[in-house]
Each structure stands twice: as structure tokens, then as C-alpha cells.
């Protein structure tokens, strides 16, 4: 369809094109008012006489005004008629402040621990899952749902849980949030209102979580860490303590898994006091030089809450975990989510849900554990030959190794490394504020950088690190 339009005031032509009258008309508009032929003001023609002129049903005209106007392009008043509405002229960039923005050092690497490599997330493959998943979802998934979670995730997940991580569950028992953090949030709040009075942490491990278990009104006293892991034995003795968060797996941030004889004294404490174990097992699926670490779960399904994400596994974007919970807690924790948030988003569950059925989840799984283990294997090897001195622990498993430092020195690194672009995190971060001052050491992440960046992260590690190590503080 082509037409001039004589009665604008100008000869204005017009090529409306797309996949409709109405649809090729809005867009021969749009373009007439970004090139700047029709002025803001601009009175334009009836719809009636706009049809006439061009041949077509008035209702094409009307409605296509109307949907301009709805999104801003034009302004419609009674007695006034049609107009080009006022649109603000697009801002010039001020040539100098752009140069001065491009003139800017580029972010560097980060080797920050905490995340995977969102690069590598199986984007064909999620959607894939995703239409199958949309079209065989029934009608009312769309509305308002069970807080537990769809049925179908946790289906799929009590029997993943159960083959990969050695977990005790079944769907029933399951419910489905936003992450550990959303988790944590929804576990402080039933045992607040339980009257649990303290919630022991590991002496190391992230300030965030602690704060989550404060700001529900519960206490944090510190549980010590060596190299087998928290001392579990010494809950005993911590009177009023009704709950214990523990990283069994692959303890964070000092890389120890937890002790057999640990673990079942763990799970001895919980049962002769009627405590309650949260399981954080936020990497538990990436090992390499070890066989697997089962969960702790498994050895007492009714005193301890087993916590997993895809935040490591997939990506932290997809605010998707889910809870493995003894019986007589569910209903409380499924009391406190429905009081907040009711339920999570619907699409992503059935996504996630068919993903895992389908065998793909198993797949990227594999796959990234290869990637991250030839990182960590690249790590240790440029350190030994680079940085001979320094030692490397906590690389069994996860994602994230310890680098000892010479004593005094982890401030001074962490420094110069953020003088020079690159992100890392020292040990004392992670520490207990009660706890004393201990060993000095880097906690570096390995599984956030592309692999196009992997490289260069690590030549930048090395050249921060001192090069002169005479020995590490124990």
C-alpha cells in the first residue's frame, strides 16, 4: 500500500508495510514522527477522511490512532482532534563526558567466590525444556498455586536428590524458593517463632547469612572449624542452642569436607536435644579428586533441613531451590512463604522440572565439572610454577580454592590486586566476628570468569601474589 497524503499541509508519503493494514499504518506514522515530517503539533486528518483518502476501513484507521496514542506518539482531545504529541528530543551526548566515559579502565577480572561461569549457562538446551514444558503445562499452572511449589519440580528433584546427593525425600516434603538466602529467611522465621533462642554458625563462612539468622532475632554463636571440618562435638555444650548451619559437603570458605566421625556427632547433638541441622549444600555436585560426599541428610531425614539452589549448578539468575524438610516442619515453613510470597514463578519450575527429567541438567552438570576441574587443575599448576611457595587446600571439590599467604600479607594483596582491576577476597572476610584473628589466605573463586577470560585472570593472579614466600602462618 502506497499513498501521499495531501492532507497533512504537505506532500507527505507514506509506504505502510508489515504483516496488516493496521500494523503498516502505525509504523509509517512512527517513522514519520522520528524523521521529523511530521512536527509535534501536527493536526492529522479524521479517521473517516484518513480511510477515504487511502481506501481502507475507518475501524483500521481508528484503532491504529488509538494504539498510537496509547503509547505516546500521538494526543487525542475532544474538539481538538488527532495531534503529533510533544516527545522530548532525544539527549545529545556531550562529546567530552563520552570520551571521558570510554577514557575509563575497563572492569577487570574477578575471582571473587560465589559464582559459576554464567557464560556457559545451556541456553539452547533450557529452551528446549522451556516449550516442552510450556506446552504441556495444564491451564492452571498460570494461576495461583501450591507455595510448596509445582508438583512436578519436586517430583523430579526427590528423585535427583535422592540418586545424585544421597537425600531422604519425597515431593511432599519439598518446597521450592528463591535460593539458600529465601530459605534461610523462611527457616529463621519458623524457628523464631518456635523459640529457638540460638542458631550456631561455623566460625568461617558468609556474613550474609549470618545476618539472616540475626535479623530474625535469633543469636549466632561460633562453632570452630579445624582441618576436619566444624567441631560438632562441642554443641553439646553450647546451651540454648536449637539449631547448627553447617556446609558439610564442602565446608565454605576453607575448602574441608566434614568428617564421618563430625558428621554423625553432628547428627548424636540434634537427636538428644531435639536440634535441627540446616544443610547447606551449595556445591555439592562438583567433586573431582574424591568420591562423592553424601549429604547429611541421609543419615537422619527428621533432624536435618537440606538446602540446594541451581544458583552453582545452572545460574544464580534463576532464583530457584528448594528445601528438603522433615515432616513435622513443613507445614510451618509452608505457613511462613505463603504469608510472603505465596509462590514462585510457575515457568521457570516447569522449565527446570523438565530439564532434569529430560537428562540435560545430568549433562551440563558433567560438563561444567570437567570445565571447572581444568581450571582448578590450570590454578594449581601456574601457582607451583609461577608462585612456588604458595600452597593451595580446599581443591577436592567446589568451586573456589584457599591460597595460604605469608603472615601479615592478606590485606596488602587484596589491595593491590584492586589497584590493578582484579577482585579477590581475603579469609578475613569470612570470619566469625567473634572469632580470633587466624592464618592469612586468599579465597579465590574460579568458576565466575568466561573461559575467554580465564586465562588472563590468572596470569593477573599471579602477578599480584607475592613472589618471595619464606612460609605460610598455620
Known sequence: ???????????LHL????????SGLMEALREAVRSGRLAPGTRLPSSRALAADLGIARNTVADAYAELVAEGWLTARQGSGTRVAQRAAPRRADPVAARTRQARPRTGHNLKPGSPDVSSFPRTAWLRAARKALVAAPDEAFDYGDP???RELRTVLAEYLARARGVHADPERIVICSGFVHGLTLLGTVLHRRRTRDVAV?????????????????????????????????????????????????????????????????????????GLILEDDYDGEFRYDRQPVGALQGLDPERVV??????????????????????????????AKGAFDRMSGTIDQLTLAEFIASGAYDRHVRSMRLRYRRRRDQL?????????????SGIAAGLHAVLELPAGTERAVVQAAA????????????????????????????????????????????????????????
Not at 255 to 262: E, Q, T, Y
Not at 382 to 392: C, H, M, N, T
Not at 434 to 456: C, F, H, K, M, N
Open 1 to 11: 500500500m502506497t499513498d501521499s497524503w495531501a492532507t497533512f499541509g504537505a506532500d
Open 15 to 22: 509506504e505502510p508495510v508489515g504483516a496488516g493494514l493496521r
Open 148 to 150: 510448596r511449589g509445582r
Open 202 to 274: 561455623e566460625s568461617y563462612g558468609l556474613g550474609l547469612h549470618r545476618g539472616l539468622i540475626a535479623g530474625a532475632g535469633l543469636a549466632t554463636p561460633r562453632l570452630e572449624l579445624d582441618h576436619l571440618g566444624s567441631r560438632t562435638g562441642e554443641l553439646a555444650a553450647m546451651r540454648g542452642t536449637g539449631a547448627v548451619l553447617l556446609t558439610p559437603a564442602h565446608q565454605f570458605p576453607t575448602g574441608v569436607p566434614l568428617h564421618p566421625d563430625r558428621r554423625a556427632a553432628a547428627v548424636d547433638w540434634a537427636r538428644a536435644g531435639g
Open 306 to 335: 537440606y538446602l540446594g539452589t541451581a544458583s552453582k549448578s545452572l545460574a544464580p539468575g534463576l532464583r530457584l531451590g528448594w528445601m528438603v524438610l522433615p515432616r513435622g516442619l513443613v507445614a510451618e515453613v509452608v505457613a
Open 380 to 392: 594449581v599448576a601456574a601457582l607451583a610454577d609461577r608462585v612456588p611457595g604458595i600452597e593451595v
Open 419 to 474: 589497584m590493578q582491576g582484579l577482585a579477590l577476597e581475603g579469609l578475613a572476610n569470612y570470619r566469625h566476628p567473634d572469632a580470633p584473628a587466624g592464618r592469612d589466605a586468599l579465597v579465590i573463586g574460579y568458576g565466575s570468569p568466561s573461559e575467554s577470560a580465564w586465562t588472563g585472570a590468572l596470569d593477573a593472579l599471579c602477578r599480584v601474589l607475592p613472589q618471595e614466600v619464606s612460609g605460610t602462618s598455620a
